[in-house]
Nanobody, 125 residues
Framework: QVQVAESGGGLVQAGGSLRLSCEVS????????MGWYRQAPGKKREFVAA????????NYHGNVKGRFTISRDNAKNTVYLQMNNLQPEDTGIYFC??????????????????WGQGTTVTVSS
């Protein structure tokens, strides 16, 4: 049974930084593409970033490019999202997902068991 567990959310002032972590178990992590989505209050879930299993292919939503960095440590079955220069519009619940699409505008949604429960990021102005 796959388990996806995010951590690292919190409250930060605009311009601050946070690093989210996501540990995955129950899968061959080093063969899985990984990604992050977020959902702002009252809005639908949106793509943030995705990284291939090898780390050689990385995609970001245009809104976070240059500020967020996705990375992974296959030895720890963990993917990270370093978020710098956070802005109030980055507020939301951040979800880690296994086998995400790599196109930010993709309509493909991975099945429910491949998602974590989310971690909340709040950016104050």
């Amino acid at each position: 049974q796959v388990q996806v567990a995010e951590s690292g959310g919190g409250l930060v002032q605009a311009g601050g930084s946070l690093r989210l972590s996501c540990e995955v178990s129950g899968r061959t992590f080093n063969r899985d593409d990984m990604g992050w989505y977020r959902q702002a209050p009252g809005k639908k879930r949106e793509f943030v970033a995705a990284m291939s299993w090898s780390g050689s292919i990385i995609n970001y939503h245009g809104n976070v490019k240059g500020r967020f960095t996705i990375s992974r440590d296959n030895a720890k079955n963990t993917v990270y999202l370093q978020m710098n220069n956070l802005q109030p519009e980055d507020t939301g619940i951040y979800f880690c997902v296994v086998k995400p699409p790599h196109a930010p505008d993709s309509t493909y949604i991975p099945s429910e068991e491949l998602w974590g429960q989310g971690t909340t990021v709040t950016v104050s102005s």
